[in-house]
């Protein structure tokens, strides 16, 4: 399983647009990126999955460059309802041993 | 459609006790995953089971073992709790396709406490 790492924290402000880095240097060619959000408390939460380019829905997109050794994850105008930990992940689509690394922890102030 | 549930959400044992922890997925999916959420280690993969069988496994102690039922319900067992086996216990369903996104769908968890 493909090694990542991510800031441990990162603060922003709302309205703001939020954008986490992941590296995974060693992505292997059938691996996904995948990126779970958690509130304290509470189970991780799907957020969203790509493989390349770009990839978009409701809550969030991903880009993804060319050589797939990292990705990032956009939030646009964050409230400070997403103040979470957000967890990036590297795998197998559908695999479900999940490594879950230390993630970012996002604090969006007023 | 219902989440997924997980029961008791909090409970208290005492060193060497043992105990069961439950969890029903979302109606329609066949696997079932048991995290461990701690401060120090995060989360880490316990065991995975697809169709009543156990289809990955993580590098837990043979204390903590689990099975599944035939209507896809999941149950964890700790057998002689320790200290550090205090934390979160997370549940996750879902479809457990290859091929497919793997989405997990996560419980609320279940609090244990050993004292």
């Known amino acids: 399983l493909a090694k990542t790492t991510q800031p441990i924290s990162m603060d922003s402000y709302e309205g703001q647009e939020v954008n986490i880095t992941c590296s995974h240097n060693n992505i292997a060619t059938n691996d996904y990126i995948t990126w779970y959000q958690q509130f304290p408390s509470q189970g991780p939460r799907f957020i969203i999955q790509g493989y390349k380019t770009k990839v978009t829905n409701e809550v969030a997109s991903l880009f993804i460059p060319a050589d797939r050794k990292s990705s990032t994850l956009s939030l646009p105008r964050v409230s400070l309802s997403d103040t979470a930990v957000y967890y990036c992940l590297v795998g197998v689509r559908g695999f479900q041993k999940l490594v879950f690394g230390t993630g970012t922890r996002l604090l969006v102030s007023p | 459609k219902a989440g997924v549930t997980q029961t008791p959400r909090y409970l208290i044992k005492t060193r060497g006790q043992q105990v069961t922890l439950s969890c029903s997925p979302i109606s329609g999916h066949r696997s079932v995953s048991w995290y461990q959420q701690t401060p120090g280690q995060g989360l880490q993969f316990l065991f995975e089971y697809f169709s009543e069988t156990q289809r990955n496994k993580g590098n837990f102690p043979g204390r903590f073992s689990g099975r599944q039922f035939s209507n896809s319900r999941s149950e964890m067992n700790v057998s002689t709790l320790e200290l550090g086996d205090s934390a979160l216990y997370l549940c996750?369903?879902?479809?457990?396709?290859?091929?497919?996104?793997?989405?997990?769908?996560f419980g609320e968890g279940s609090r244990l406490t050993v004292l």
């Open positions: 996750a369903s879902s479809d457990g396709l290859t091929g497919r996104t793997g989405e997990l769908f």
